[in-house]
């Protein structure tokens, strides 16, 4: 069997014998996720209605069994567990963001003059050229902030 080239990591591979030509990619799982990724967003692609259809079966089929989940729950007490901590822990998160908005919101200067205060430590290429670029952003929306906040 001949060696081909992966269609994502470039390295060279030898094909499963059942696959033979067909094989596109290696085994390596970042490349199987690409593929897969790639197939099924050429799928949906060609089957534009078909999320539409599935939905509407499934409402279909929801109708017809509407004690299916409180039964499922009634005999699965741990996925009911693992449910209300993530269900509590996406609640919490969203709080949290929420919470931070409002302190932003509440004084704004302050929250853009405490980001442009950050010492910028050199990790990156082109760093400096990004630092200057949000030093220019930060500095107008305090202008821009100040400006609005005085009386006409």
Known sequence: MSQKHCLYCKEIF????????????????????????????????????????????????????????????????????ENRRQTKERVRTRRQMFAKQ??????????????????WQKAFAKQDVIRLQLEGILGYLIVRECLQNQPV
Request: hydrophobic content about 25%; charged content about 40%.
């Open 102 to 119: 409002d302190v932003i919101r509440s004084s704004p200067i302050e929250s853009l003059r405490a980001i442009q205060s950050v010492r």
């Open 14 to 81: 030898i094909p499963h014998p059942r696959k033979g030509d067909k094989q596109e990619t290696c085994g390596k799982p970042e490349c199987r996720r690409k593929r897969k990724r790639e197939t099924d967003r050429k799928w949906r692609a060609a089957n534009p209605t078909w999320v539409k259809e599935r939905r509407s079966k499934i409402r279909a089929w929801a109708q017809s069994y509407p004690d299916y989940w409180v039964d499922y729950r009634s005999r699965h007490p741990r996925y009911v567990e």
